[in-house]
């Protein structure tokens, strides 16, 4: 069976710090783009950043620029996602995607089932 998971969310206060990782169970990451999504609830999953397979990195529209970090890690097949000086509106579930290229929200062929990352002090 084929699935992404994710793993490292929680509560954090504004201005600490969370690192996100993405795994796959049943394929490797290494052969697809990755990126990261968030939502909260009422509103529309929003991208946040991508890596391909090249290592090229798209940072999504109204994402935390210059906050936000993504890395592979080649000798564990994982994805991690670095989250500085977060804020209370960066709350939400974030979710990993696999994807041939770092696209649209509906070219991924693959989601996980998202971890929940609060900031609250």
């Known amino acids: 069976q084929l699935q992404l998971v994710e793993s490292g969310g929680g509560l954090v206060q504004p201005g600490g710090s969370l690192k996100l990782s993405c795994a796959a169970s049943g394929f490797t990451l290494d052969n697809y783009g990755i990126g990261w999504f968030r939502q909260v609830p009422g509103k529309e999953r929003e991208g946040v950043i991508c890596?391909?397979?090249?290592?090229?990195?798209?940072i999504y529209p109204d994402s935390a620029r210059d906050r936000f970090t993504i890395s592979r890690d080649n000798a564990k097949h994982t994805v991690s996602l670095q989250m500085n000086t977060l804020r209370p509106e960066d709350t939400a579930v974030y979710y990993c995607?696999?994807?041939?290229?770092?696209?649209?929200?509906?070219?991924?062929?693959?989601w996980g089932q998202g971890t929940q990352v609060t900031v609250s002090s």
């Open positions: 890596i391909s397979t090249s290592g090229a990195i798209t």
């Open positions: 995607a696999a994807g041939s290229f770092c696209g649209r929200l509906d070219e991924y062929e693959y």
